[in-house]
C-alpha cells in the first residue's frame, strides 16, 4: 500500500500581533458580513505597549450593506470608545485594505472624513 502524497500548502503569511509604541495604546478592529443573510457584526479590542487589555467588545449590526460598511462600522466603534476612555495616542490597525485606501487618500486630499456627525471646519 503506497503512501498518501503529502499536500503542499500555499505559502501562509502569518504574523502575530505587534505591540505599539510606548505612551501609546493599539486599537485592532474587524468587521463581518454576510452577503447572502444580510448579517454583520463587528469586533474591537485596545490595547496598551503591554498588551494588557484595556477594552474589548463586539455587538451585531442591524444595518449593513457591506463588508466595507461593515469594517468601517468597527473602526468608528472602536476609535470613539478608545477616545471615551483615554487620552493616549492611538494607532489603529485592520485587515482592510479597502479602509486604509480610503483614509490615506482623504488625508492626501485633505479633507478630514470625520464621519462622526461633526461639522468639518470651515476654511476661508
Not at 479590542?45 to 451585531?60: F, K, Q, T
Not at 457591506?66 to 490597525?93: F, I, K, P, T, W
Request: with cysteine; glycine share 8%.
Amino acid at each position: 500500500m503506497a503512501l498518501p502524497t503529502p499536500v503542499t500548502r500555499p505559502d501562509v503569511r502569518t504574523e502575530r500581533w505587534s505591540t505599539p509604541p510606548m505612551g501609546c495604546l493599539k486599537l485592532n478592529v474587524d468587521g463581518a458580513y454576510v452577503a447572502q443573510t444580510g448579517d454583520a457584526g463587528v469586533g474591537i479590542i485596545l490595547r496598551n505597549n503591554e498588551g494588557a487589555v484595556r477594552i474589548a467588545a463586539c455587538r451585531s449590526l442591524k444595518f449593513c450593506s457591506s463588508a466595507l460598511d461593515a469594517e468601517l462600522q468597527a473602526c468608528l466603534m472602536g476609535v470613539r470608545l478608545a477616545l471615551d476612555h483615554s487620552n493616549e495616542d492611538l494607532l489603529v490597525e485592520t485587515d482592510s485594505l479597502e479602509l486604509v485606501c480610503m483614509a490615506l487618500n482623504k488625508l492626501k486630499d485633505g479633507s478630514s472624513g470625520a464621519g462622526d456627525g461633526r461639522p468639518e471646519a470651515a476654511t476661508s
